[in-house]
């Protein structure tokens, strides 16, 4: 289950780097037909959000 909910990370986190545009300006949300920002731009809860969710990530990574 550990490595399971691991890879989920890791799969969210890459679905949001995918989806992100080349200026990398977070939304708020995507569009979930095709991945369009939509809603709030550049918010900076998003950045902190995705900023915490990868350490958090990378942490747990490396741990085991």
């Known amino acids: 289950v ?3 909910t691991g890879l989920g ?3 969210l986190i890459n679905e949001n780097w ?7 300006e977070l939304s708020e949300q995507f ?3 095709d991945g369009a ?3 709030a731009r550049n918010l900076s809860w998003s950045y902190a959000c995705f900023i ?3 350490a958090a990530r ?3 990574a490396l741990q085991s």
């Open 31 to 33: 569009d979930q037909n």
């Open 37 to 39: 920002p939509n809603s």
């Open 52 to 54: 915490t969710a990868y």
């Open 58 to 60: 990378r942490r747990a």
């Open 2 to 4: 550990h490595r399971a």
């Open 9 to 11: 990370a890791w799969v």
């Open 18 to 24: 995918y989806y992100t545009p080349a200026s990398r």
